[in-house]
């Protein structure tokens, strides 16, 4: 974006996180699943499980601990990743919001027309679909510790940040401010 182009800030509603509204996303994890947990054969049923999710990645996933602080509300950078269901587990219940746009195809841009910003409790966590734009969760309150399973070849890709943006075979991470001028507001 050169130095005379007028920003376009757009607004995004902030919703609820239900398994309806984030189906084109990924999917909760965690009691706001639609999944509900069985009991195992053993302990006499004091131990149930469910399988929400089904994550794909290879034996270069990592997982890894964010601590995430407040910041202002406005969405720059949209990415996606191409190799694997990236997914966010809170720990602590503290509330966050997340913003998620569907898979375009490789190369494009995201549809800014179907971003969508929802907001979990802090007991639900997410994985998402292989493709799906977002941005890296907004915490509602200080220190708001977040589990990412990821593979580590993002964050090489994340290190390796040229031009305000990363890019690499997993990571297609776009800074939309400088690219298109926009910047998004959530509406919390």
Sequence with gaps: MDGGSQVQRRKLKVKPAT?????????????????KPGASNFYNGKVATSKPVQFKSDDDTCLSLAIVQPRAFEVEYLE???KHTQAFIPLGGKPYIAVF????????????????AFRFSGDDGFCMHIGTWHEFPFALEPD?????????????????KENNEAHGDDLDKKNILQRAGVIFTLEV
């Design 144 to 160: 708001t510790h977040v589990i990412v399973v990821l593979r580590n070849e993002t964050n090489r890709n994340l290190d390796a």
């Design 19 to 35: 398994p309806e509204a984030l189906a084109p996303y990924g999917k909760i994890i965690g009691p706001g699943s639609d999944v």
């Design 80 to 82: 996606r990743h191409f």
């Design 101 to 116: 746009g569907v898979p375009t195809p490789e190369g494009e841009m995201p549809d800014f027309d179907k971003l969508e």
